[in-house]
Each structure stands twice: as C-alpha cells, then as structure tokens.
C-alpha cells in the first residue's frame, strides 16, 4: 500500500533561520512521482515541485530546495532564510497509477509558523 | 492561467440535508477528484472520475456520490449530511497520468449541524 509520512505535526521558527520539513514514503512501485504542495490560509492547496523516481538530483529554487534519497525513501524540502510568508501547512504526496487512474496520496501535513 | 472554482467558501446545513458541492475546471482537463481534510489526516480521496459520466471510488466513499455529466463540473453530493461530514472539501482536477500535476480549488468549508 501507498503510503506518505511527515512525521513533523507543527513546526515554529523565527524569521530567517532554515528549517527542513521531512516526508517518508512507502511504495512498491518503480515508477512513481512525489509533490509537495503549499496551503497558505487561503486554503487553495498550491504545487511546489514535482521528482520521478528516476531521478535523485536535488533541486533549488531560489530559497527552496528538496532532498529526494531513494534508499531511505524519503522527500525533504528545506527552506533557507525563512520569512513569516513561508507560513502554510505544507503536504508532501505520492502518486501513482491505480486501476488505470492516477491517485495521490497524501502525508498528514506540516504546519509551518514563521514568527517575526 | 490555471483555474479550478469550487462553489462555496462556507456551507452550513442541517443534519439530513441533501447537500451539493460544485466544482469547475477551465483546463479541459480529464481527471477531477474530491478530498477530505481534516486535521491530522491531511487529504483524503473521496471520489475521483477520468472522464464524463465516469466516476471511481477512492478510499472514504461512504456516505457521499459523484456526478460528472460535463467535462469541466464535478459534483459532490452528501445524500443525507451528518455531523460526522463537518469538513473541509478540496476539488482537483488535472491531465491523465501519474506524473501530471493536480491542481486544487481554494475549498469548501462544510458545516453539518
């Protein structure tokens, strides 16, 4: 069964400091893609950033960046120099194809407090 | 730009109401899906359907059905709400495949009393 961990519930920093949020998956797929999205208060749930299983390079986008290690199974997204912006509830997901359908799963979701 | 528009922010109903949920999607996309969240669970799939008038159930059905007559709309219907159904409901839709991206509605925040 699939399954996406984010064993972090809350997470508050100060503005500025780095902080890491962490996701284990679980899959017995070759092929699958992993996503983390935000939600800001507004609820709108908004795509970050999309890896395959194929491929392990880590990625940065501006203060953003991801950690994908195949042989722990697991999805980290670091934020550097925090700011109070950053504040959401971030979700990290799996997908795959199920009975012809794509189906994403969902870890319980972090919520990220940046305080000024 | 990418839009997916869900009917209502707010809901408030009364336990046995037949309740409606709309969602609209200008992408021509060919999946759209329901999620449940509540705190703690993150999102849940409901319901989600490939094409029009297909629907396919995800892993919390109960309780709940689909309608997908058009395209672009997705309907949530709660038959008879309960309290137990007092949640937050995400609309999604996106191209076929595992690898394409989802893209969500900001929410309906449903309240059963």
């Known amino acids: 069964a699939q399954k996406v961990t984010q064993a972090q519930t809350e997470i508050s920093v100060v503005e500025k400091e780095d902080v890491t949020l962490d996701c284990v998956y679980e899959?017995?797929?070759?092929?699958?893609?992993l996503f983390w999205y935000k939600q800001p208060p507004s609820g709108e749930l908004v795509f970050l950033i999309r890896?395959?299983?194929?491929?392990?390079q880590n990625e940065i986008s501006g203060r953003y960046s991801w950690n994908f290690q195949k042989s722990t199974s697991s999805f980290n997204f670091t934020i550097t120099a925090s700011q109070v912006v950053d504040s959401a509830v971030y979700f990290c997901?799996?997908?795959?194809?199920?009975?012809?359908?794509?189906?994403?799963?969902f870890g319980q979701g972090t919520r990220l407090t940046i305080n000024p | 730009d990418v839009k997916v528009t869900q009917s209502s922010r707010y809901l408030v109903k009364r336990t046995g109401e037949k309740v409606f949920l709309e969602c609209v999607q200008d992408?021509?996309?060919?999946?759209m899906f329901w999620y449940r969240q509540d705190p703690g669970l993150g999102l849940r799939l409901i319901y989600f359907?490939?094409?029009?008038?297909?629907?396919e159930k995800g892993d919390i059905p109960e309780g709940y059905s689909v309608s997908r007559e058009k395209k672009e709309r997705f309907s949530l219907i709660l038959e008879s709400a309960s309290t137990n159904q007092t949640s937050m409901y995400l609309c999604?839709?996106?191209?076929?495949?595992?690898?394409?991206?989802?893209?969500f509605g900001a929410g309906t925040r449903l309240s059963v009393l």
């Open positions: 890896r395959n299983s194929f491929d392990e």
């Open positions: 997901a799996l997908s795959s194809i199920i009975q012809g359908a794509q189906k994403l799963v």
């Open positions: 899959t017995r797929d070759t092929t699958y893609y």
């Open positions: 992408m021509d996309h060919e999946n």
């Open positions: 359907s490939y094409d029009v008038k297909m629907k």
């Open positions: 999604a839709s996106s191209l076929f495949g595992a690898k394409n991206i989802q893209y």
